[in-house]
């Protein structure tokens, strides 16, 4: 039996050497097979490949961006300084904090039925400074912190902003009027 086997497998190498491709034939089927390379396609890849590499460095950016922000607020929220000014007038805390190279704002996301402003001061975010104002929500009694500071350069984008748990605050943080704002809680 074994002998058949390999008689059989002598009788299939013999016929398969036998069948060989013309040159014309080989060289048709190896055209087949080699890539288009032509110019455009490359760029056009390149293109494509640098776009979502530029693309996930900035995202990651503004994203570490945000996040170092939050914290630097969730970290002035756990301070817990005094406050500078006293008044439930917002004119009068704009009139205290003069030196801010921007006004503050009534935002419309905290409306004056819901929020009663308690004070504020001055601080700082991404090294600038900023205005560290107590809110308190009427309808539960609680007070929160509220920053106001010029949008850095580097977040002035559409990208939508939410909440951030940072060491155990909640740091919601939106654009309006041309300012970053964050409420902590």
Known sequence: MNKNK??????????????????????????LGKPNKSPVRL??????????????????GWSQGYQRIAAEIAYNHNSQMQMEVKSDVFDDIQHYLNRLDFSLIASEQLPANVWRIIGGRYCSIDGKIAAQLK?????NGD?????????????????ELDSIVVDGVEVKLWRENGLLLGLAK
């Open 6 to 31: 390999e008689t059989f497998k002598d009788a299939l190498i013999e016929e398969f050497e036998q069948k060989k491709l013309s040159e014309a034939q080989l060289s048709k089927l190896q055209s």
């Open 43 to 60: 760029l056009s890849s390149l293109a494509a490949v640098l776009l979502l590499c530029t693309s996930l460095i900035i995202f990651t």
């Open 135 to 139: 809110v308190e929500n009427k309808e």
């Open 143 to 159: 007070v929160y912190t509220l920053y106001q500071a010029k949008l850095p350069d580097m977040l002035d984008s559409e990208k």
